[in-house]
């Protein structure tokens, strides 16, 4: 049976090309420019929104988000500040919203205690990209138990029987590695990119997302067809730092693909 997350996405890939999933590091580069920024991308568009809560070792993230999560926790962000100021735009804002971290921080929080948490603030579900699924079967169920989604990954490597695995336990939507390596970094939005994704497409039902290298329209007019969901993270990261809070609205706005 579905839950209402996914009869929301469901909604709205009929309505649009292609949904725009946003990502941040929570209290960076201080909770109000948080705000302000969810703010101006929920105006302008923006679908869903990942929420990281930051760690000292982000083994998937590049250099852009790793300096933001160092300089957050620098500044003293914690855990329950995170799920606090969550449970704060979950309620102001109507598009749905998941957490984004690493595994060591569920596990010192407490796995059961984490997902009651993420229901209780209605958030929609987590992203762990450290987490195999065959070592995930606790967090899994909690997740389940309390319906939430637990977003789980293919990658341009994974082999066809283990896409069909993931996707046993997978709901809400797969989250699409674009490339091997770290967010950030310049993907090739190519022909083998194309057919990744068309194997991604036999392999599950679900929607799929696209994220790591997603910088600008052209990447997401690609993606539009072959993708339902695309993820920007370093690039908004790099406009608020270079240009402030005021350039992100036009730059979301500005990612819509043309229709043709």
Not at 113 to 130: S, Y
Not at 141 to 158: A, G, Q, R
Request: charged residues 20%.
């Amino acid at each position: 049976m579905g839950t209402a997350f996914d009869a929301y996405l469901q909604k709205k890939i009929r309505e649009k090309d292609i949904l725009l999933m946003t990502h941040i590091v929570l209290g960076y580069p201080s909770w109000g420019t948080c705000l302000q920024v969810i703010e101006s991308m929920v105006e302008s568009g923006v679908d869903l929104m990942e929420l990281q809560i930051p760690f000292s070792e982000p083994m998937a993230d590049g250099p852009v988000i790793l300096k933001a999560n160092q300089k957050a926790l620098k500044r003293g962000v914690t855990v329950q500040g995170c799920l606090d100021f969550a449970r704060k735009v979950s309620e102001t804002f109507k598009i749905p919203f998941l957490i984004m971290s690493y595994y060591n921080i569920l596990f010192k929080y407490g796995v059961e205690q984490f997902a009651q948490t993420l229901r209780e603030r209605n958030l929609q579900g987590a992203i762990v990209p450290d987490l195999p699924p065959e070592e995930g079967q606790e967090y899994l169920d909690l997740m389940n138990k309390n319906e939430l989604i637990p977003v789980l990954f293919f990658s341009p490597t994974t082999p066809d029987n283990r896409m069909q695995y993931i996707d046993s336990l997978a709901r809400g939507f797969i989250y699409c590695l674009s490339r091997k390596g770290v967010t950030g970094a310049d993907t090739s939005f190519s022909t083998d990119l194309a057919n990744y994704l068309n194997r991604c497409r036999r392999a599950t039902s679900l929607p799929l997302a696209v994220g790591f290298g997603v910088k600008d329209k052209s990447d997401i007019d690609f993606l539009k067809g072959k993708a339902d969901i695309a993820v920007i993270g370093s690039q908004t990261i790099r406009l608020v730092e270079k240009e402030g809070i005021g350039a992100v609205g036009s730059f979301i706005c500005g990612l819509r693909p043309t229709t043709v």
